[in-house]
DNA sequence: TTCACCATGTAAGTTGTTACATGATTCC
DNA sequence: GGAATCATGTAACAACTTACATGGTGAA
C-alpha cells in the first residue's frame, strides 16, 4: 500500500514515466520509501489495471518507447483516502537490536565492526538527511519546486514545512541510532576490562 | 536469517518447542523481532532439514505430542557465524514518515489523528522496553535467568548489559519518536493558524 | 463439561530482494 | 564507435501477513 501511495504522490505533481519514478525513488521519495525498479513497474501496470493511473504510450526518436503515467481521479481519492486513514504499524523487527541483545556471544572485534558499521550506516542516512533538509530550505529540491508550481501560494509553506518535518524526524532518529552504538563502543570498551580483570583475579 | 537467528538464540538457552519458542516471540525476543507461529513452525522445519535443530518427538497424555527443537553444532556455528559477520542494513522503508512527507494534503483531523496515533504507538512500545529494562534488572526476566544459569560466572554481568543496551536503544528510538510526534503537533496547531490568518486576510 | 491453554500446522496472497535480460538514444 | 543513460521488463526466490483449521490436555 505504500508503495503505491509514494507513486501516486509522486504523480500528483506531474505524468511521468516508470523510469523517471524509479529515478526519484533512488532520491528524494526513496530517502524515505525505498523500491527498486523491479517492484515500480510491475506496480505501476498492476495500478493501471486498476484504474489508478493511466499509461499514455510514447515513442522516442524512431523505435523507442516510453509509458507515461498520470494519475486518474481514482488515483487522487486513494491517496487521500490514504493520507486520511489510520496508519498500520508493524511490529519490530530490527536486526541490529536483536544482534545487539546478545552481543556476548560475539568476538571483541566483532562487537567493534558491527558498532561501528552501525555508526556509518547511520552518518550516511543522516547525511541524506541533513542534505534534503538544506536542500528543501534553499528551495533547490527539483521534485518539491515542481510540486510548488503547482500548489496555490497560501498552501506552499505549509507543503515545505510539512516535508522539512518528515526528513527531521529521520535525521532525530539517525542521531539517535549513532548516539547508541557509540555507547555501545564504550560499554563494550569497559566490559572488555572487567572481563580481563576478572579472569587475571582468577589467574592470580 | 534474523528470524533463524532469533530462534538460534532462545535454543541456546535451553530445548524448546515450536509452541514455547512462539510465545517468546509474544513475550521477550519478540519484542526486538516480532515473527507469527505461522512463520516460526516451517522455519524450524527447514532448519531441522538443514542440520542447524534436531526435533525430539514427544507425547503428551495419551495421543498430544509435541516436537522439542534442540540447537545442534551445526546451529550453534551458524549463530556465531551470524554474530560475528556484517549486519545488512535495509534501505529506508519508513511508512510514519512518508505520509509526513506530504501532511499538506491530509484533514487537519487526520493530521492530528495520525501525529496522536504515533504517539501513543510508540508509547506502547516505549513501555514494553522499559518494562523489559527493569525486568532484567531486577534479574526477573525467565528467559535471561535460563539462560545466566548456563552460563559462567564471569559472563554473567556482560549478559546482562548487552541485553539492557539493546532494549536503552530501542527505547531511545521511541523517545526520539514521540519527541517527533509532538513537535509535529504543535507545527499542525501553528500551520492550521496560518492558514486561517491568510485565508482571512484575503477574505478582508 | 467447559474453558483456558497446549500444540501444530496449511493456504493464499503480498511484498520485497537479487539477478538477469534486452535494446534504443544521445552525446562526445 | 563507445559510453552513459534512457527505458522496460522477467524470473526465482525469500520473507511476511492474514486467515483458516484441527485437535489434545488439565483444572474448575
Redo the contacts with the bound molecule.
Sequence with gaps: ???RSALLALLRIGPM????L??QFSQSVGHVW??????I??EL?KMATEGLVVAEEQT????????VYHATEAGERAFLDWMNSPL?Y??T?DAAHLRAAYLESADQEAICDFLRGHIEHWQGELKVWEDEIATIEALESPMLNRRLAVTAEEDREVTIEYKKFAYEGLAARARSEIDWAQRGLKLSRRLERTAETASSRHTD
Design positions: 500500500m505504500s508503495l514515466s516508470g523510469y523517471e524509479a529515478k525505498h523500491a527498486p525498479d523491479s517492484q513497474y510491475p501496470r522516442r526518436g524512431t523505435a523507442g518507447r516510453r509509458r498500520k508493524q511490529r523487527r
